[in-house]
């Protein structure tokens, strides 16, 4: 089952992470040869409608526009295509190619990476998530691609399906991150330390702690998220 460690990262390390220079683009399909990647934001003036449904568990994602070299109007009033003018598949098309194989049951679900913009500059990995289904949503201007995720519950190399969903609770809202990461200074509750953080529940999830308060949500550095870890029994 994967540990999800809600690690924070700067801009570069999530870079570094992936191996990449840059990440520019929000959806990137398989940016890593077991994986895909994208990045979402919850923020008031985020270009997109990404949200947590209910369940903790699951993400929908808005689609993308392509570049703006592409369109002499103006994007958000045309609709989110799956294909280039050349024919050749946008990153809309590639997750929506993925989907339609998994469905066919032709490949199990393609796995994709999850980073959260918490601040400017300030990233946290949501988990690994299965990508298992899309629809396309009339808002009212135009058409967009929603993306359906799921929460894994295994490593990426394990690749099974079947195994038994997280409790709801699991994945940490942004509000909440937000708080605490105001709360705490950006820094480790223990030792002051600003770099290797994640967000750690003060009474583990294991033993029935929750995720949706700020008030069991601390920042920790590494050394001591595995301090504790080694603690508990």
Not at 44 to 51: H, L, S, V
Not at 199 to 225: E, Q, Y
Request: charged share 30%.
């Amino acid at each position: 089952m994967i540990k999800i460690r809600d690690d924070i990262l700067s801009y570069r390390e999530m870079c570094d992470a992936e191996n990449v220079q840059t990440l520019q683009r929000g959806m990137n399909f398989r940016l890593n040869p077991s994986y895909s990647v994208i990045l979402m934001s919850r923020r008031p003036n985020a270009p997109y409608q990404d949200r947590v449904h209910d369940d903790g568990i699951t993400i929908e994602y808005e689609g993308h526009d392509v570049s703006r070299r592409s369109y002499e109007h103006n994007q958000k009033h045309e609709d989110q295509p799956a294909r280039l003018p050349t024919g050749r598949l946008t990153q809309n098309g590639l997750f929506i190619k993925a989907v339609d194989k998994y469905k066919e049951n032709k490949s199990r679900p393609e796995l994709v990476k999850v980073y959260e913009k918490v601040f400017p500059g300030v990233w946290s990995l949501k988990g690994i998530f299965n990508l298992t289904d899309y629809k396309i949503v009339d808002n009212g201007n135009r058409k967009v691609f929603r993306f359906i995720l799921r929460l894994s519950n295994k490593q990426l190399e394990e690749r099974d399906v079947g195994e038994e969903p997280l409790p709801h609770n699991r994945l940490i809202p942004s509000e909440v991150k937000k708080e605490v990461w105001k709360r705490d200074g950006g820094k480790c509750v223990q030792c002051g330390a600003a770099k290797n953080l994640h967000f750690d529940h003060d009474l583990p999830f294991s033993k029935g702690g929750t995720s949706i308060s700020a008030k069991n949500v601390r920042l920790l550095c590494m050394k001591h998220n595995l301090e504790k870890s080694a603690k508990i029994e």
